[in-house]
């Protein structure tokens, strides 16, 4: 069956320090997106690629950077990782079509100390 | 920019039936879709909306005013199991924007 997986799953990670979240998918999607899930704030795009060597900034896409080098992944990396990045991720795939469902992965919970 | 209203926490009993609204404020609006999440899982597809009226899905239906940019899910024969959060979602382009998430409590 087609997936979406993060990894890892919890890591936690030093102020100032370069974290890279993995993202897999397996449905051959184009779109893909990274959101943070915070209290009280719903979920928040950081970023967006609709295809390879496609990457867009989403609504609170400071400190982060994603690259798009083929279909199937989209890392999302903290260049250097601040408390305020403690949330937990989630990354998220459609075909683009409109109204198609978005799948999501698990999510990471990151805590940076 | 992007705006999505919607209650922060609704609390009914098993069996009966809950609406949760949602508001929006979107440029270059598609359709508006909903996620249920439970604590701790993934945000998992419930229904969409590209035009005005009434979707039905067993016991989930959504609901699309264009014209009042508003919608809302009503859940029917609530069971313990729907307790989670609801989220809307405002589809632009090939983008979602979310609402906050309204957390749904079921009690027997």
């Known amino acids: 069956d087609a997936e979406i997986t993060q990894s890892p799953r919890h890591k936690i990670t030093e102020t100032g320090r370069q974290v890279t979240l993995a993202c897999h998918q397996t449905w051959n999607h184009n779109n893909m997106f990274w959101y943070r899930q915070d209290l009280g704030h719903g979920l928040r795009l950081i970023h967006y690629?609709?295809?390879?060597?496609?990457?867009n900034k989403g609504e609170v896409s400071d400190g982060y950077s994603v690259s798009r080098s083929n279909t199937e992944d989209l890392p999302l990396t903290l260049e250097s990782a601040a408390s305020s990045q403690t949330s937990v991720y989630f990354c998220?795939?459609?075909?683009?079509?409109?109204?198609?469902?978005?799948?999501f992965g698990q999510g990471t919970r990151l805590t940076v100390v | 920019g992007q705006s999505l209203e919607q209650p922060s926490e609704v609390t009914a009993v098993e069996g009966a039936i809950v609406q949760i609204n949602c508001t929006y404020q979107?440029?270059?609006?598609?359709?508006l879709s909903w996620y249920q999440q439970h604590d701790g899982g993934a945000p998992t597809f419930l229904s969409y909306?590209?035009?005005?009226g009434l979707e039905e899905t067993g016991r989930f239906s959504s609901f699309l005013s264009r014209s009042d940019s508003y919608g809302y899910l009503l859940l029917q024969e609530l069971q313990m199991k729907d307790s989670a959060s609801y989220f809307c979602a405002a589809e632009s382009g090939n983008m979602l924007t979310f609402g906050g998430g309204t957390r749904l409590m079921v009690k027997p």
């Open positions: 909306n590209a035009l005005d």
């Open positions: 979107t440029s270059g609006f598609y359709g």
């Open positions: 998220a795939s459609s075909d683009g079509a409109g109204g198609t469902e978005a799948f």
């Open positions: 690629s609709y295809g390879v060597q496609d990457t």
